[in-house]
């Protein structure tokens, strides 16, 4: 079983689990968008050698919401995992990311690049590449889903397996084990029945995103190795531009393995875990050689 961890920044509360030993090699795990740090639970006890902290990021899982009535910009997210890493003292560390998680992952490793020894990435890679001149409607659209988020009431679950049920038929299809793992860490008891904890303005769009040339910027600066994993039935199948763009960038080492995008949730777990673990001990090698 995971330890539950705990921090505090600046008065709000972030929650973890971990799993390992504290003297291995630190990880730091990063989920995806209204997931939990319950997204690593069935990875985590299959990688070696690790001291593997599982973070739910702002708003998700157990931990605090942000101050204010804005969007969860991504960039954010990234104070927020350095933040953590001071807690934990490590001065250089792994990311391990999935979906919006790798993608924090990777302008993580482009802000402080000397502080990331290697980046391992499950089904994200990038954020959304708009064009500088739908900046004003992209801010627009955003203040208007704040708004239109703060009428709305959130949704009454009168039992945990009817909230397992809703998110089986997410965007990405989870099964039942999964569903029920991210479920049971990302509900909370009200009267008549369960609520999500998720913060809700995590659904209103980005204020502003960056563009293509922003993004190129951070990854010109990473230098930690990169492994990226992709499923097959996952976001290269969902989004056709997506393995246009990751072959810009010829540096990054690509596997794709059966699944979809939760894959290492799945029965695919074990083959997403050999991968990580030839990654991060020959990576690892590397860097103390």
Request: aromatic fraction near 8%; proline fraction near 7%.
């Amino acid at each position: 079983m995971p330890r539950e961890l705990t921090f505090s920044l600046d008065g709000r509360c972030f929650a973890a689990q971990a799993w390992g030993d504290p003297g291995q090699l630190p990880v730091l795990a990063l989920h995806g968008w209204l997931d939990n740090c319950a997204s690593f639970s069935v990875l985590a006890p299959l990688l070696d050698n690790l001291y593997l902290v599982a973070l739910d990021m702002a708003g998700h899982g157990q931990s605090d919401s942000r101050p204010g009535v804005g969007p969860y910009n991504i960039w954010e997210d990234v104070a927020e995992v350095f933040a953590i890493a001071d807690e934990l003292g490590w001065k250089k560390f792994t990311l391990l990311g999935h979906s919006r998680g790798a993608i924090v992952s990777v302008l993580a490793a482009g802000t402080f690049p000397e502080r990331i020894s290697q980046l391992a990435l499950i089904e994200g890679l990038l954020p959304e590449n708009p064009r500088a001149e739908d900046a004003p409607e992209q801010l627009a659209q955003s203040i208007n889903a704040l708004k239109a988020i703060r009428k709305k009431q959130p949704t009454l679950y009168p039992d945990i397996q009817a909230a397992i049920s809703a998110r089986e038929k997410g965007a990405f299809p989870l099964s039942s084990p999964a569903a029920r793992a991210l479920t049971e860490r990302g509900v909370k008891p009200v009267d008549g029945g369960y609520h999500w904890s998720t913060d809700p303005r995590l659904l209103a769009p980005s204020a502003i995103k960056l563009t293509p040339a922003h993004v190129a910027a951070f990854v010109d600066r990473i230098k930690a190795p990169v492994k990226l994993i992709l499923a097959q039935e996952g976001i290269p199948k969902r989004f056709a531009n997506f393995q246009r763009d990751v072959s810009a960038f010829s540096r990054f080492d690509i596997v794709k393995l059966h699944g979809g995008h939760h894959l290492h949730m799945e029965a695919e777990a074990p083959a997403v875990a050999q991968v990580l673990n030839g990654f991060f001990q020959t990576s690892s090698q590397d860097g103390a050689s």
